[in-house]
T-cell receptor, first 111, second 113 residues
Framework: KNEVEQSPQNLTAQEGEFITINCSYS?????LHWLQQHPGGGIVSLFM???GKKKHGRLIATINIQEKHSSLHITASHPRDSAVYIC?????????????FGTGTLLAVQP | EAQVTQNPRYLITVTGKKLTVTCSQN?????MSWYRQDPGLGLRQIYY???????DKGDVPEGYKVSRKEKRNFPLILESPSPNQTSLYFC????????????FGPGTRLTVT
């Protein structure tokens, strides 16, 4: 079992829909990242969370440390949101600078 | 413009021919890291460096070498590439490690035949 699990693996939505992508992890963490990988391959950092909630434009990220779960929400989705969304966690202890990645959620937003 | 650059972007090579993928950042970041991305496996860390002359193994270091002689550069060296190293490689940097925003390079697609 992977230490970081994302769901769903694939998601198709209609433009304007509210989208939720989930990330569950099994290790104690000091931080969680949400990344976006564009169809051309480039990776962009969206959020870094250690508690609570963050918002940037139409994107909202939440984390529940006790439940070891994070969600990425996209409001009023648009075709340009189509990308792979990747969750990554930073653990405690010796490997405090080693990120562990989920396998990503492929999102397609249709017009 | 703040950025992480990688070269080359695409490379096709043959088994056993030594190669180097360069990575450079212009943000004065202390932390740099190399990842490989494979279908179904996601991103996996190869090596990382907390500062000049300080490097450490990630999850999949076998077959790779790195060096950090200058703060801005973190080359990835494949001394004797094999087909199982065919992958998409990303370099990343950040100010101080994994607890802050990561900046990724554009990726290098490597094919070893």
């Amino acid at each position: 079992k992977n230490e970081v699990e994302q769901s769903p693996q694939n998601l198709t939505a209609q433009e304007g829909e509210f989208i939720t992508i989930n990330c569950s992890y099994s290790v104690g963490i000091s931080a969680l990242h949400w990344l976006q990988q564009h169809p051309g391959g480039g990776i962009v950092s969206l959020f870094m969370l250690s508690s609570g909630k963050k918002k940037h434009g139409r994107l909202i990220a939440t984390i529940n440390i006790q439940e070891k779960h994070s969600s990425l929400h996209i409001t009023a989705s648009h075709p340009r949101d189509s990308a792979v969304y990747i969750c990554a966690v930073l653990g405690y202890g010796g490997a405090t600078n080693k990120l562990i990645f989920g396998t990503g959620t492929l999102l397609a937003v249709q017009p | 413009e703040a950025q992480v650059t990688q070269n080359p972007r695409y490379l096709i090579t043959v088994t056993g021919k030594k190669l180097t993928v360069t990575c450079s950042q212009n943000m004065n970041h202390e932390y740099m890291s190399w990842y490989r991305q494979d279908p179904g496996l996601g991103l996996r860390q190869i090596y990382y460096s907390m500062n000049v002359e300080v490097t450490d193994k990630g999850d999949v270091p076998e077959g790779y070498k790195v060096s950090r002689k200058e703060k801005r550069n973190f080359p990835l060296i494949l001394e004797s590439p094999s087909p199982n190293q065919t992958s998409l490689y990303f370099c990343a940097s950040s100010v101080t490690g994994g607890v802050v925003e990561q900046y990724f390079g554009p990726g290098t697609r490597l094919t070893v035949t």
